[in-house]
């Protein structure tokens, strides 16, 4: 099996058959060399820390925290708004990171969206003295086309979704945030790098057959909005798909055909309509969305072994790695 992580200078390789992870500059010992500074995990859209059913415990970052805390790394989980909006999340983090570490610097680790609060936390909250680095792990850094077509929908044909989660206290805007329209319309323009701060990436990518099974409806939706983009018609198999994740209900089956997508697209400008946002993705990222600062190369996972929620990926071992690149390198 090709490596996993093939990054533009030598940094490890991963094995998913053994799940293990080998280093390239030297062998694993007993205890990693810390970090300079602590670290912080920043969780995705519909995140959380941890949560509870009586004896059972379930965290967004499976196992990794401890791992990390075992390894000698100095290291906390955030926990902020699951699908708040960009600013209330890096709000939250902002406010979490000055309380658990009142003074001196941090390193952020982040999934998914976890790299959109910081870079706002960052450009817009007064954070940048207070960031060493930030990682970002299949951040949707140019939106993800996902997020339009589902926006659309649910405000042109299912505004009852919206309706409902106003009544139970969810708030959707995070899913308005991570639209290409909103991340090339608003966020970016408003929200650059800062010198001070490291910026590092990574993007992952599966075949179909691979995917965690929740993730199979989300890669086939990407898929055959890549194929309206490219004016090529929906692969069979895809559109077969599509048709049974419809199940007979006559608004989702004109949604997710194909004159549904190209409705859902069709008001956006011409040079945000890239293709390669819903070619090769984790399920929900595109890797070409991933893309931004330091690239450190490409994950063979999906958006949820990039959690740790499956053992045929070792993301125990990435952000081990990822920590001890940090340490390496001074931070």
Known sequence: MASALHAEE??????????????????????????????????GICGFDKLRWGPIEVRYFHGIEQHLRER??????????????????????????????????????????????????????????RIASVTMVSTPNHGTLLADWFVYYAQQRFPSIEKLAKALGIDLAGFHDLSVRHMELTFNPAVPDDP???????????????????LMATHAINRALERTLLRQPLDAGDGKALRKLAAGDGRLVHALSEKGFQEALRDLPREWLRPELAGRTDGMVGMSSARRGQYLGDLDADHLDEMGWLTTFDAKGLYEALATRLAEDGY
Do not use: C, W
Not at 22 to 39: E, G, M, N, S
Not at 74 to 90: H, K, L, M, N, Q
Not at 196 to 214: C, D, E, I, T
């Open 10 to 43: 030598p940094f490890g390789t991963f094995n998913l058959r053994t799940g293990l992870f080998r280093r390239l500059f030297r062998p694993f010992v007993d205890k990693a060399t810390p970090t300079r500074y602590p670290i912080v995990l920043a969780h």
């Open 72 to 129: 000698g790394f100095d290291v906390f989980t955030s926990d902020v708004p699951p699908t708040g909006s960009i600013e209330a999340r890096a709000t939250a983090l902002a406010e979490q990171i000055r309380s658990r570490y009142p003074d001196g610097k941090v390193n952020i680790l982040a999934h998914s969206m976890g790299g959109l609060d910081t870079r706002y936390m960052i450009a817009r909250l007064g954070m940048a003295d």
């Open 196 to 214: 001070r701060v490291v910026y590092r990436s990574l993007a992952g990518a599966q075949k179909f057959r691979n995917y965690f099974v929740p």
